[in-house]
């Protein structure tokens, strides 16, 4: 059967910008998705995304004309009574198990019914049943018509609107207005209607500068070229999002001194989303500006202007900047003039607050923080930072003594009070970032105010520790104090909400342990913190700690260690997280030594003996010691295992594991010539003795027994 390329677009009033990624890719996969399920599309058809700031499209190629029948098992429907009503209509049941589960949505009832559907009788009941033979074809208006409103009813629309359609009467649910339809099949329309619109062969293009209006599409191929040409507007996210990149390079240059536009994909993404054909034009400030920290001019130029700053190579904020407008006229003074003018202000305010909270010292803002709420069960601001204090005081003298903790402490209390300035109450991203500026301007300690900043981190994925060990011991302090007051009131994430961003405060906790090798366990980190919460928690620290276990081991599985692996070293429950890298990597060079599965078998078949037993004793008498095998064996461990331990204690743990692997021929023979249970109780415990000093000695690097197959 021949084919033809299709396309389709939506033409709207300006969808959300930070949706429109997503709505144009939803809207492609929807269209294509139900015509590949009503059999309207090859294998080989290919799919291409259009969305701009007015219109959703999608391009496929090699789409049917009519769709090809396809063949049916026998099938028995349902009861007569059920499937018809008493005119011998179909049901509503009986058209849905038609329409969804036997045939595509758009089939021929009457002529299903007719051809395909009869009575008859099984087990003395009348029954519907269908007799597998071939459902009829559909037309391409029929099967794109249904794939249209599928794909426009499973949009992922932030927020829908309601609105009226021409007669004055109907009203329409979508996510913008929708003033124009377009569909396609080669260079022939597509008679479909959708959100009250009938689809034709004209759409409308830049606001101001097409050269006609409405653009003509001749046919679904030339629709891009078409639109860029007559319609000044560049279809294709992607394609506008590459000019955009390109033309922000050029302007860089152009300024000279090899600045460059602050990378920022969310930001070009949603510029990108703005304009429908972009044009980069250089505008600048005045340098006195420059003196605000360039953190709050760069947010306020990206957050409330869609501005991209120019940064100098020194990564310094120039005082020029880039703006992305959306017309491009021969006189582009007026347009740089504008927009200079609407910054103005802007940096103007930033100015403005970060002078009058320089005005007070941070100290001063403590007893504010005791007028902000934290959790209606855990008090204000002030009251979490006194837990944190403490907590960060307890842990800084345990990794530094009496200096460590006091500036830790300083650290802590000082932490949270720029919560309380201007500039932060405008620009809430600027937390910890202005407390440090503040600190700094006090006179402050650097590490310190260093450690004001980063006891955030790390803040996501990927991100940057705290950058000296007071900004750690802070952070691992203000973490753990919000992982315990939550799960002390049991405020746990379920499923995929996680409100208090638990799950990231615990990551964070461990890349600290992990990244830094700090000497505290994991256990005495949380039941250290408890008290500092008096009577407003209840509970044990025990599911708090299996909690960072589990997304430990979520992070070391993605980070490319094997399950096997990851269940052997914690299954032990290391304290010190630091060591856990050292282990997994002792672990899987002991997995490939030749000896391997046979020591982990037996290590499990040890384990399952030890089990059975109440609380054997790990000692051995020689004297008791009859069967060749058991005394090989014990002679075996007296010289190999005093070397294992030396080098576990001193932290090499695959020098451990593969000192320890010399025991398979002895363990093996064990095995194979001693009977663990014997009839007499010294010798089976003598016996029970000698294997669980092995494996204490197996184990203490992993549970060897987890990589048994």
Not at 177 to 199: F, M, Q, R, T
Not at 214 to 223: G, I, L, T, W
Not at 328 to 353: Q, T
Not at 467 to 480: I, P, S
């Amino acid at each position: 059967m021949t084919t033809k390329n299709l396309l389709v677009e939506l033409f709207v009033e300006e969808l959300p910008p930070k949706a429109l990624k997503k709505l144009g890719e939803a809207f492609a996969d929807g269209i294509f998705g139900g015509l590949e399920r009503r059999d309207f599309v090859d294998p080989i058809s290919d799919v291409t995304v259009f969305a701009s700031p007015r219109r959703l499209a999608v391009h496929i190629t090699n789409v049917k004309a009519i769709s090809q029948p396809r063949p049916q098992a026998p099938k028995t429907l349902m009861p007569v009574s059920v499937g018809l009503d008493a005119d011998g209509k179909p049901t509503a049941p009986l058209l849905k198990m038609l329409k969804t589960k036997l045939y595509h949505a758009d089939v021929d009832v009457d002529w299903l019914m007719r051809e395909r559907v009869f009575i008859a009788d099984e087990g003395g009941k009348k029954v519907l049943k269908h007799d597998g033979g071939l459902a009829a074809g559909s037309v391409l208006a029929i099967g794109l018509e249904g794939a249209l409103s599928e794909a426009i009813a499973n949009l992922p629309i932030p927020k829908v609107m309601t609105y009226q359609l021409a007669d004055g009467w109907s009203d329409v649910k979508f996510v913008r207005p929708a003033h124009g339809l377009v569909a396609l099949h080669g260079a022939d329309v597509v008679a479909i209607e959708a959100l009250g619109l009938k689809a034709g062969n004209t759409t409308h293009g830049h606001r101001f500068e097409a050269s006609v209006d409405p653009v003509v599409v001749k046919d679904a191929d030339s629709y891009a070229a078409t639109l860029q040409k007559d319609g000044a507007v560049i279809a294709g996210f992607a394609d506008r999002r590459a000019a955009i990149v390109s033309q922000l390079a050029a302007a860089a240059a152009k300024v000279g001194g090899g600045v460059k536009a602050i990378d920022d994909d969310a930001l070009l993404d949603e510029v990108t989303a703005l304009v429908e054909r972009p044009n980069v034009l250089v505008c600048e400030f005045e340098k006195e500006f420059l003196d605000v920290p360039q953190e709050c001019l760069i947010l306020t130029m990206k957050a409330n202007q869609k501005y991209f700053p120019l940064l100098e190579a020194s990564g310094k904020l120039s005082n020029k900047f880039l703006v992305v407008s959306n017309i491009n006229p021969a006189d582009a003074s007026f347009v740089v003039g504008g927009n200079e003018r609407v910054v103005r202000p802007r940096l103007a305010d930033a100015k403005f607050f970060f002078d009058q909270d320089r005005k007070k010292t941070l100290e001063s803002r403590v007893e504010g923080l005791g007028k902000v709420v934290y959790h209606n069960k855990l008090g204000s601001q002030g009251e979490r930072m006194e837990r944190v204090r403490a907590i960060a005081k307890a842990i800084g003298l345990q990794l530094g003594g009496d200096a460590l903790a006091a500036k830790a402490d300083q650290a802590a209390q000082l932490a949270k009070t720029d919560l309380v300035t201007d500039m932060v109450g405008e620009f809430p991203e600027l937390q910890g970032i202005m407390g440090r500026y503040y600190a700094l301007n006090d006179g402050l300690d650097a590490e310190v105010a260093d450690a004001i900043e980063d006891h955030y981190k790390p803040r996501f994925a990927g991100d940057d520790l705290p950058r000296n060990q007071v900004g750690v011991v802070v952070a691992l302090a203000d973490k753990l104090e919000t992982l315990v007051g939550m799960f002390g009131i049991g405020n746990l994430p379920t499923g995929d909400k996680d409100p208090f961003a638990l799950r990231r405060h615990a990551l964070g906790v461990i890349r600290m342990l992990v990244e830094k090798e700090l000497p505290v366990g994991v256990q005495d980190l949380v039941k250290g913190a408890m008290p500092v919460f008096g009577d407003k928690i209840a509970g044990t620290p025990d599911a708090l700690v299996e909690f960072i276990y589990e997304r430990l081991a979520g992070s070391l599985r993605d980070q490319g260690y094997s399950a096997q692996e990851v269940d052997a070293v914690l299954a032990l429950k290391p304290q010190r997280l630091g060591d856990v890298t050292k282990r997994l990597a002792a672990v899987r060079a002991f997995a490939a030594l030749p000896e391997a599965p046979a020591l982990a078998a037996a290590n499990k078949r040890i384990s399952n003996i030890l089990k059975k037993t109440d609380g054997v004793d790990a000692h051995v008498s020689e004297v008791l010691l009859t069967e060749p095998a058991e005394i090989a064996l014990h002679a075996a461990m007296k010289a190999v295992l005093p070397t294992a331990d030396t080098q576990f204690e001193a932290g090499d743990y695959t020098a451990s594991l593969q000192s320890l692997s010399k025991l398979r021929a002895p363990v093996d023979d064990f095995f194979n010539g001693v009977m663990v249970n014997a009839e007499q109780m010294d010798l089976r415990l003598n016996r029970l003795g000698l294997l669980a000093t092995l494996h204490t000695a197996m184990n203490r690097v992993a549970d060897l027994s987890r990589l048994a197959t």
